[in-house]
């Protein structure tokens, strides 16, 4: 009952409290500035981070990484082959039936190309361009028919002096230009595509799409002459070409060991 | 007592239902209470709402600072593990492959020697680059492989599983041995001891692909793999070409 009072009390005590103040306009605005106020910090904040959010996708949407291995999915038109299985070697006298053209993966001469940035004027033996895939390069084709002046210079100028790229004419090429890295492969209308960088952004040494990470681009002293490197030959392959399955080794009684992963040995 | 329930108390159905208590508190009390009842709503909503914008802001600028988390593997880990040791075995096949690279006659034997020496010395720059961003010693510090006893033994036991050697590894007298010999002699020990060394070096990279704790790591691991899977056969293939047999294949 007493609590009953008391409540009474108050309330009335209240009412005439309110009723005898005028209304609180300034509290009113006070409490409008302050929510405009903390309202644009955050908008202010907000805009900021988001603008950071979209930079910075647009700047790594082609970088590799764990969480996109294979940043070329983004890149429309992209032919992806899994050549895995498909590494072996040949020597200089032998040919590969490729199934591709210009190929991206497949057997290939033990002698790489030289890959660090290395323009060549005429065009090479398909065998040497494949190795370098396998190493992490790039190598830009075009149809030397197609692709000249300012356009062909513009080409030449992403690649000489750069790691990992190479380019060559490559004849009767069926698009203007083909870009290949291993078991990938763009071919498009122009120079000034911006896929072209966004494929090499994408696959060079992208340690998640080839096999040798870490494969140099440099060729092995004494076995590659820039100037003069075997030609490329534009006849069908032979009848006993290697086939994409072959080159050495072949799967003749030189398989590894089993890698089934026992634990070691224990010493201690 | 029994009555505080039901005493209408001004401030709580305001706190508690700010969008319903108003409406009553008008149809009840009339005007005077109206303007009370909103000048507190406004005032307890309005605090509300900016200290929710404020850690909103706070929030926000704090993400912004911090870097993305990245996992930092346990100086016990398989990922350490396996960077530690695999530089180790990695940097003798460069020593056997950068000095036969110099004194081989051999046009084969020198660009097999220069593949593998470019290419492993890259590697040992990624496993090392991560060593140092993770801060962990760079080298193995007690014995080898232990991170792989320990997982399959899934227990924190101490330095127990430690091998002195890893398998595959070239002897000191075997490198003694290669670095006095000329073609074809040094050609044919140099495929022999780079084959068995790749044949030990594959049950570490199995086991990192499948097991460290860093993606990264368990790609290299995988890719090293591959690679050396199909160089085995390649060194096997030279041996034979040379008349050689290959050493027995590391236990």
Same mark, same amino acid.
């Given at each position: 009952?007493?609590? *009953?009072?008391?409540?009474?009390?108050?309330?009335?005590?209240?009412?005439?409290?309110?009723?005898?103040?005028?209304?609180?306009?300034?509290?009113v605005?006070?409490?409008?500035?302050?929510?405009?106020?903390?309202?644009?910090?955050? *908008?202010?904040? #907000?805009n900021?981070?988001?603008e950071?959010?979209?930079?910075?996708?647009?700047l790594?949407?082609?970088?590799?990484?764990?969480?996109?291995?294979?940043?070329?999915?983004?890149?429309?038109g992209?032919?992806?082959?899994?050549?895995?299985?498909?590494?072996?070697?040949v020597?200089?006298?032998?040919?590969?039936? #490729?199934?591709?053209?210009?190929?991206?993966?497949?057997?290939?001469?033990?002698?790489?190309?030289?890959?660090?940035?290395?323009? #060549?004027?005429?065009?090479?033996?398909?065998?040497?361009?494949?190795?370098?895939?396998?190493?992490?390069?790039?190598?830009?084709? #075009?149809?030397?028919?197609?692709?000249?002046?300012?356009?062909?210079?513009?080409?030449?100028?992403?690649?000489?002096?750069?790691?990992?790229?190479?380019?060559?004419?490559?004849?009767?090429?069926?698009?203007?230009?083909?870009?290949?890295?291993?078991?990938?492969?763009?071919?498009?209308?122009?120079?000034?595509?911006?896929?072209?960088?966004?494929?090499i952004?994408?696959?060079?040494?992208?340690?998640?799409?080839?096999?040798?990470?870490?494969?140099?681009?440099d060729?092995?002293?004494?076995?590659?002459?820039?100037?003069?490197?075997?030609?490329?030959?534009?006849?069908?392959?032979?009848?006993?070409?290697?086939?994409?399955?072959?080159?050495?080794?072949?799967?003749? *009684?030189?398989?590894?060991?089993?890698?089934?992963?026992?634990?070691?040995?224990?010493t201690? | !007592?029994?009555?505080?329930?039901?005493?209408?108390?001004?401030?709580?159905?305001?706190a508690?239902?700010?969008?319903?208590?108003?409406?009553?508190?008008?149809?009840?009390?009339?005007?005077?209470r109206?303007?009370?009842? +909103?000048?507190?709503?406004?005032?307890?909503?309005?605090?509300?709402?900016?200290?929710?914008?404020?850690?909103?802001?706070?929030?926000?600028?704090?993400?912004?600072?911090?870097?993305?988390?990245?996992?930092?593997?346990?100086?016990?880990?398989?990922?350490?593990?396996?960077?530690?040791?695999?530089?180790?075995?990695?940097?003798?096949?460069?020593?056997?492959?950068?000095?036969?690279?110099?004194?081989?006659?051999?046009?084969?034997?020198?660009?097999?020697?220069?593949?593998?020496?470019?290419? $492993?010395?890259?590697?040992?720059?990624?496993? $090392?680059? +991560?060593?140092?961003? +993770?801060?962990?010693?760079?080298?193995?510090?007690?014995?080898?492989?232990?991170?792989?006893?320990?997982?399959s033994h899934?227990?924190?036991?101490?330095?127990?599983?430690?091998l002195?050697?890893m398998?595959?590894?070239?002897?000191?007298?075997?490198?003694?041995?290669?670095?006095?010999?000329?073609?074809?002699?040094?050609?044919?020990?140099?495929?022999?001891? !780079?084959?068995?060394?790749?044949?030990?070096?594959?049950?570490?990279?199995?086991?990192?692909?499948?097991?460290?704790?860093?993606?990264?790591?368990?790609?290299?691991?995988?890719?090293?793999?591959?690679?050396?899977?199909?160089?085995?056969?390649?060194?096997?293939?030279m041996?034979?070409?040379?008349?050689?047999?290959?050493?027995?294949?590391?236990?």
């Amino acid at each position: 009952m007493a609590s *009953g009072k008391t409540s009474k009390a108050v309330r009335s005590a209240r009412s005439s409290v309110v009723v005898s103040k005028p209304k609180p306009w300034g509290t009113v605005a006070a409490v409008v500035v302050i929510l405009l106020f903390a309202g644009g910090v955050f *908008g202010y904040a #907000y805009n900021q981070w988001d603008e950071k959010q979209e930079r910075e996708a647009a700047l790594k949407a082609y970088t590799p990484a764990e969480d996109n291995q294979d940043p070329s999915d983004k890149i429309e038109g992209v032919v992806k082959v899994d050549y895995t299985e498909a590494r072996g070697h040949v020597d200089a006298t032998q040919r590969v039936a #490729y199934d591709k053209f210009p190929p991206f993966g497949g057997p290939h001469d033990s002698v790489w190309a030289a890959c660090n940035g290395v323009v #060549y004027e005429k065009p090479v033996r398909n065998e040497n361009m494949v190795h370098p895939l396998e190493h992490g390069a790039v190598w830009i084709a #075009y149809n030397p028919d197609d692709v000249t002046g300012e356009a062909l210079e513009a080409l030449k100028s992403k690649v000489a002096g750069q790691t990992h790229l190479m380019m060559s004419p490559y004849p009767s090429l069926d698009k203007p230009i083909s870009l290949q890295s291993w078991g990938h492969q763009l071919k498009l209308d122009s120079a000034d595509d911006p896929r072209i960088d966004q494929f090499i952004r994408a696959l060079r040494t992208n340690p998640y799409q080839h096999p040798e990470v870490g494969g140099t681009c440099d060729p092995s002293p004494g076995t590659w002459n820039v100037d003069s490197p075997p030609p490329f030959v534009g006849t069908d392959p032979p009848p006993d070409a290697v086939p994409m399955t072959g080159g050495v080794p072949q799967g003749d *009684g030189t398989e590894p060991p089993a890698t089934d992963t026992p634990a070691p040995t224990t010493t201690g | !007592m029994e009555e505080v329930p039901t005493t209408p108390a001004p401030a709580t159905p305001a706190a508690a239902t700010p969008a319903t208590a108003p409406a009553a508190s008008v149809a009840a009390d009339g005007e005077p209470r109206q303007s009370a009842g +909103w000048s507190r709503i406004l005032v307890a909503a309005a605090a509300a709402l900016a200290f929710v914008l404020v850690g909103a802001t706070v929030g926000l600028l704090l993400a912004q600072s911090r870097t993305p988390a990245t996992v930092i593997p346990a100086p016990d880990s398989v990922a350490v593990g396996f960077c530690q040791d695999m530089t180790v075995h990695h940097r003798q096949a460069v020593r056997m492959a950068g000095y036969v690279r110099n004194i081989s006659t051999d046009p084969a034997i020198k660009r097999l020697a220069f593949d593998i020496e470019t290419g $492993q010395i890259d590697q040992i720059g990624r496993m $090392q680059g +991560w060593l140092n961003i +993770w801060g962990r010693d760079s080298l193995p510090v007690a014995g080898h492989m232990g991170w792989m006893a320990e997982a399959s033994h899934g227990g924190h036991g101490g330095s127990g599983g430690s091998l002195a050697q890893m398998p595959g590894m070239a002897t000191h007298d075997e490198l003694t041995r290669l670095e006095s010999l000329t073609s074809p002699e040094l050609d044919t020990l140099f495929l022999q001891l !780079m084959l068995r060394h790749h044949q030990g070096g594959l049950p570490m990279m199995d086991y990192a692909a499948a097991h460290a704790e860093v993606g990264v790591v368990r790609n290299i691991a995988y890719q090293m793999q591959t690679a050396q899977d199909e160089e085995i056969g390649l060194l096997t293939h030279m041996l034979a070409q040379r008349g050689a047999a290959p050493l027995p294949a590391p236990s």
